[in-house]
T-cell receptor, first 114, second 116 residues
Framework: KAGVTQTPRYLIKTRGQQVTLSCSPI?????VSWYQQTPGQGLQFLFE???????NKGNFPGRFSGRQFSNSRSEMNVSTLELGDSALYLC?????????????FGSGTRLTVV | DQQVKQNSPSLSVQEGRISILNCDYT??????FLWYKKYPAEGPTFLIS?????DKNEDGRFTVFLNKSAKHLSLHIVPSQPGDSAVYFC???????????????FGTGTLLAVQP
């Protein structure tokens, strides 16, 4: 079965712009979580969506937002981009409450802010 | 506040020897721990996990040990192979608390280099 699909794979944006990243989960998975990976910070949890509702949120500013559609696909938006937003953005899909079973990451979107 | 810590940024071992990667945590509500392997520009790949009710879990060459009193876990790889070279992340979750949510708290990773 198809894995987690993230698009685009690479993105270059200018400071001050906004960006939208997309994540299509594994078929049947209704939970989509987003993480940011930067050098020295590891992976940091951004937020989780389940059945179109944000269920959990990490400690990121309001410039970071997301949504989930009825087909479980999720988008993440970052407004007013800053240089420090350059990172690998990963999404993970899973069943309900299942970090211990089938929680699968996509390959990520590499965002570079110049 | 870093709730999950991997204090060794890198580790180098010889092929065939044991690799031991360490992880410490501070939040006593964590009840599930996982290890992931990651290559650059790819997503993390699940390796092995352990529930807080256990102190050891083994899967082939990989064994995870959990010491709850010390809030410490470790991943042992025996024997180490060059293909094991990657960044290893430990992660923790409070599966049993706050409802059924999918949220992992990751450490900063350890780069393992296995020399042929």
């Amino acid at each position: 079965k198809a894995g987690v699909t993230q698009t685009p794979r690479y993105l270059i944006k200018t400071r001050g712009q906004q960006v939208t990243l997309s994540c299509s989960p594994i078929s049947g998975h209704r939970s989509v979580s987003w993480y940011q990976q930067t050098p020295g910070q590891g992976l940091q949890f951004l937020f989780e969506y389940f059945s179109e509702t944000q269920r959990n949120k990490g400690n990121f500013p309001g410039r970071f937002s997301g949504r989930q559609f009825s087909n479980s696909r999720s988008e993440m938006n970052v407004s007013t981009l800053e240089l420090g937003d350059s990172a690998l953005y990963l999404c993970a899909s899973g069943l309900d409450g299942s970090v211990n079973y089938g929680y699968t990451f996509g390959s990520g979107t590499r965002l570079t802010v110049v | 506040d870093q709730q999950v810590k991997q204090n060794s940024p890198s580790l180098s071992v010889q092929e065939g020897r044991i690799s031991i990667l360490n992880c410490d945590y501070t939040n006593s509500m964590f009840d599930y721990f996982l290890w992931y392997k990651k290559y650059p520009a790819e997503g993390p790949t699940f390796l092995i996990s352990i529930s807080s009710i256990k102190d050891k879990n083994e899967d082939g060459r990989f064994t995870v040990f959990l010491n709850k009193s010390a809030k410490h876990l470790s991943l042992h790889i025996v024997p180490s192979q060059p293909g094991d070279s990657a960044v290893y992340f430990c992660a923790a979750s409070a599966v049993g608390y706050g409802g059924a949510t999918n949220k992992l708290i990751f450490g900063t990773g350890t780069l393992l280099a296995v020399q042929p």
